[in-house]
């Protein structure tokens, strides 16, 4: 099962300037995994949990990825740095229907921002979905206010279905409204999107 389901970046088109791959948990990522969720929880919240609630839930996902990921339904990966193999964002795929759809998720640590690790990680987790797992769309929701993580998508050829946004309400101190927006890539477009990329290497 593990090696079916390892794709690391260096198997998708990519940059010669590309400095990540996707690979499975191992044990030594519990602080850096920790710490991702930290920062997942401080920017979609009003305050966040306790240090032992965060080491424990990054323990629960190092120990039960693996279990989860069985029916196929669930997929997560850790973004790894190639050079120090240092844990630096999650990505995901949810809700698989085999041959069909998936939703892609991502979180990347706050220091790590900025380098482009999580457009290629989204590259990197497309390449999969189509080559592997044969699906023939993926999406995602991102909130409205989400700028970048939007970005991000267009980047790796995601459109926008203008109809199809959904309301969030979180409750904390009082009740919080956020929009999120749809994107989505069929593998028809993944693949034009991909001789693009190609093209423009080879230029």
């Known amino acids: 099962m ?3 389901r390892s794709c690391k970046l260096s198997e998708a088109p990519q940059k010669e300037n590309r400095q990540i791959y996707l690979g499975n948990f191992k044990e030594s ?14 920017s979609h919240n009003d305050g966040h949990p306790s240090r032992s609630y965060i080491v424990e839930r990054a323990k629960d996902i190092i120990n039960n990825v693996n279990e989860i990921s069985k029916n196929n339904s669930k997929i997560e990966f850790g973004i790894y740095k190639k050079d120090n193999n240092v844990l630096v964002g999650i990505i995901g795929l949810r809700d698989i229907k085999k041959n069909e759809t998936g939703e892609i998720g991502y979180s990347l640590s706050k220091k790590y921002v900025g380098n482009n690790y999580a457009t290629d990680a989204v590259g990197a987790m497309l390449y999969y979905a189509f080559e592997s797992l044969k699906l023939q769309k993926v999406f995602a929701y991102v909130l409205d206010s989400n700028i970048a993580s939007q970005n991000i998508l267009i980047k790796n050829g995601f459109k926008e279905e203008q109809n199809n946004r959904r309301e969030l309400k979180w409750y ?9 927006k749809m994107y989505i890539i069929s593998k028809n477009n993944y693949y034009k999107t991909r001789e693009s990329s190609l093209e423009n290497i080879k230029r």
Do not use: Q, S
């Open 2 to 4: 593990e090696n079916e």
């Open 29 to 42: 990522d519990i602080d850096a995994l920790a710490e991702i969720i930290n920062d997942f929880y401080i």
């Open 172 to 180: 904390k101190k009082h009740l919080k409204v956020f929009i999120e």
